[in-house]
T-cell receptor, first 112, second 113 residues
Framework: EPEVTQTPSHQVTQMGQEVILRCVPISNHLYFYWYRQILGQKVEFLVSFYNNEISEKSEIFDDQFSVERPDGSNFTLKIRSTKLEDSAMYFC??????????FGPGTRLTVT | AQSVTQLGSHVSVSEGALVLLRCNYSSSVPPYLFWYVQYPNQGLQLLLKYTTGATLVKGINGFEAEFKKSETSFHLTKPSAHMSDAAEYFCAVSGQVNDKIIFGKGTRLHILP
């Protein structure tokens, strides 16, 4: 069964450093999303992406964040200058024309 | 705007007993409703979803949920709990136009032997 994959599974970085989280959505999906879950809290929407542009972004998704689909298979989330409060589990999701979003296993980002 | 309220951050049931996890939603448009399960250190797995049609929805692992528009509820049930059901459960909503998913705070289900 096709699935969304994410790499790395765990990323440790120092405050102020740039990180890129990578996702490979399901191959025939057209809509892509990033969510995050701070430890012990609920899952929060960050951004949605369709047709090579951002469809919607939340208040969390400020100028430090960017997304890109650099080729036909990858979907990346970049954090330009990480802060301690960016420590969280980041989930990528994708969907086709239906409303079911398929989630990846997540990348745990730890900012020290 | 949409929101989800899950009553009870922790629920404990005995193995073999009924599982009932409560969820109420708020939505200005007809909602699409979901229940996701998250096992420790894992991602989110879709248990079931309601989009249109039959209001009683059956999902994986014996779970089901009923959409009640008049009560703005989408409670999750399972007739007989199993030890393997211990996990965090998230109720979620999205709209037909705005498709981001809004999650509730989650309910951690504990199964007592």
């Amino acid at each position: 069964e096709p699935e969304v994959t994410q790499t790395p599974s765990h990323q440790v970085t120092q405050m102020g450093q740039e990180v890129i989280l990578r996702c490979v959505p399901i191959s025939n999906h057209l809509y892509f999303y990033w969510y995050r879950q701070i430890l012990g809290q609920k899952v929060e929407f960050l951004v949605s992406f369709y047709n090579n542009e951002i469809s919607e972004k939340s208040e969390i998704f400020d100028d430090q964040f960017s997304v890109e689909r650099p080729d036909g298979s990858n979907f990346t989330l970049k954090i330009r200058s990480t802060k301690l409060e960016d420590s969280a589990m980041y989930f990528c999701a994708s969907r086709s024309s239906g409303y079911e979003q398929y989630f990846g296993p997540g990348t745990r980002l730890t900012v020290t | 705007a949409q929101s989800v309220t899950q009553l009870g951050s922790h629920v404990s049931v005995s193995e073999g007993a009924l599982v009932l996890l409560r969820c109420n939603y708020s939505s200005s448009v007809p909602p699409y409703l979901f229940w996701y399960v998250q096992y420790p250190n894992q991602g989110l797995q879709l248990l079931l979803k309601y989009t249109t049609g039959a209001t009683l929805v059956k999902g994986i692992n014996g779970f089901e949920a009923e959409f009640k528009k008049s009560e703005t509820s989408f409670h999750l049930t399972k007739p007989s709990a199993h030890m393997s059901d211990a996990a965090e459960y998230f109720c979620a909503v999205s709209g037909q136009v705005n498709d981001k998913i809004i999650f509730g705070k989650g309910t951690r289900l504990h199964i007592l032997p």
